[in-house]
């Protein structure tokens, strides 16, 4: 199933790529820094509102669909979920309505939160539809509809913004696409739960292994946007716009990585388990964590090495040096915090221990504010960028040991250590090529620093690439002979 999922998402996986790249290109050019900071923190507004009311009934969607198949239980168990959906949309509009009416906010970044506020219903129910076919395996339609909702929020974002929204702009196009995906979608699912009854039982059950599932997503997200907040009081939305700019150059390109994996990697965990047990369990998420730091080791050196073209190449004027300054330390805390959400993390959902998965992120998420509080005063922008790499970093390490208590999930050591050598020698042979600037260094860097990763992975045969390669290759050979 695995496998399966990453072939199946792949185009999924190479338009959120695409994407990304153009929204950083993009919406660094059309609004101003102070503009890009607004958007940045009602962004951040708009994904803690989401995760504090809805994002646990999507994880327990996400767990217990399969549960439900095999019991052929999955009109009861949709309907309970979405009516307690119902009831929380119902409530939502005006918790909203209050804390924008009473928090003091300059008009344009209120409006932009108003428009990010706007988007967390539609976009809470959208996700649903996305979890529930993941989980059955709908590995097409989970796919198209990924495509469609990141391509189309892009696009109404850019229309906005020119017809003059500003930070605004890109949070109504996240609104508008979700309302649109669900008149294509939301048919199916509630003739899926049609005939099923609400039960309060079940849903005590799925909001006992669903709500430390967002509090640990809460405090992860306290990690991730308490430095702009931060910034925004001790300096401005400019410093913010900086910040956010470099934040997003090395999350980005490693969160498309994480969200393919995650995509893939959930589910066939899920099913593993429920289906074959513990040994099927195994084996499936060392095939899943070899091949996750295969990709995503290599991905975070080289960002942090190409930090300053890249950010000559995609960054708009006012924003390129102080972005090429934070891309690298956001590279180490984006690659901490993508193989703690992805992998780590799994070890608590699949043993149904939820509540050890908010105690692993408590530590981090304090350590993150009292760095941000001390560092940031006296270091500003740099600061920020240390805490985040700090407190990413501490983060795995307890997601790591707790995890241990709830489903201990194999770490392929081989692997880490054959891909740290071929890592350490493509940031050699990086090192050496000269700083002409623009795309040309960043073609030859990311060029040469692939050439040379890929040779030592094969030389090294981390994780039997070149063992499977020859199978491959012998089964072609098979197949095609006379």
């Not at 998402?9 to 959120?16: D, E, F, G, T």
């Not at 003059?164 to 649109?180: F, K, N, Q, W, Y």
């Not at 194999?410 to 891909?419: A, C, F, G, K, T």
Request: glycine share 10%; proline share 4%; net charge positive.
């Amino acid at each position: 199933m695995f496998r399966r999922g990453l072939i199946g998402y792949l185009p999924a996986n190479i338009v959120q790529g695409l994407v990304g790249i153009l929204t950083i290109v993009v919406f660094t050019r059309l609004l101003t820094p102070a503009q890009y900071g607004g958007y940045a923190l009602a962004l951040t507004v708009m994904t803690l509102a989401h995760t504090t009311l809805f994002t646990w009934l999507e994880a327990a969607l996400a767990r217990f669909q399969a549960r439900a198949v095999e019991r052929g239980e999955v009109a009861d168990h949709l309907a309970t979920l979405l009516r307690a959906f119902a009831g929380l949309a119902l409530v939502f509009p005006v918790i909203a309505g209050l804390a924008v009416w009473l928090v003091p906010m300059p008009p344009e970044l209120k409006l932009a939160v108003i428009a990010g506020l706007a988007a967390v219903v539609f976009r809470s129910l959208i996700r649903m539809v996305q979890e529930r076919r993941r989980a059955d395996g709908e590995v097409m339609g989970a796919s198209a509809l990924d495509m469609a909702q990141t391509a189309g929020s892009f696009a109404v974002g850019v229309l906005a913004i020119t017809l003059g929204a500003g930070a605004a702009g890109p949070l109504l196009g996240l609104a508008v696409v979700a309302v649109l995906g669900l008149v294509w979608t939301l048919r199916k699912e509630l003739a899926l739960a049609r005939g099923g009854r609400f039960e309060a039982a079940r849903l005590k059950d799925y909001a006992a292994y669903g709500l430390p599932v967002s509090l640990s997503l809460i405090l992860s997200l306290v990690i991730a946007s308490t430095d702009r907040f931060l910034l925004a009081a001790f300096m401005n939305a400019e410093a913010v716009g900086v910040y956010h700019a470099g934040y997003s150059l090395a999350n980005r390109s490693l969160d498309v990585m994480f969200i393919w994996l995650g995509m893939a990697g959930g589910p066939a965990m899920v099913a593993a388990l429920e289906r074959g047990g513990r040994a099927a369990l195994d084996a499936s998420a060392r095939e899943q964590s070899s091949f996750m730091v295969l990709l995503t080791f290599p991905a975070a050196v080289g960002v942090a090495l190409v930090a300053h073209p890249l950010a000559q190449v995609m960054v708009g004027g006012p924003l390129v040096e102080g972005a090429a300054r934070v891309t690298p330390w956001v590279a180490v805390g984006a690659l901490f915090s993508g193989l703690t959400t992805y992998y780590l993390h799994q070890a608590f959902t699949l043993g149904r221990k939820t509540h050890l998965l908010m105690a692993a992120m408590v530590i981090p998420a304090a350590v993150n504010l009292v760095l941000n509080l001390i560092l940031i005063p006296r270091f500003q922008i740099a600061g920020a960028m240390w805490s985040t790499a700090a407190s990413y970093t501490l983060g795995a390490a307890m997601s790591w040991l707790l995890g241990r208590r709830a489903m201990p999930l194999p770490l392929p050591l081989d692997v880490i250590w054959r891909s740290g050598l071929a890592c350490a020698a493509m940031a050699v042979a990086v090192l050496q090529i000269p700083a002409v600037g623009g795309f040309l260094e960043l073609f030859l860097k990311a060029g040469v620093g692939a050439a040379v990763y890929g040779a030592v992975v094969l030389l090294l045969d981390a994780g039997g690439l070149r063992s499977r390669g020859g199978v491959i290759m012998r089964g072609l050979r098979a197949r095609t002979a006379p």
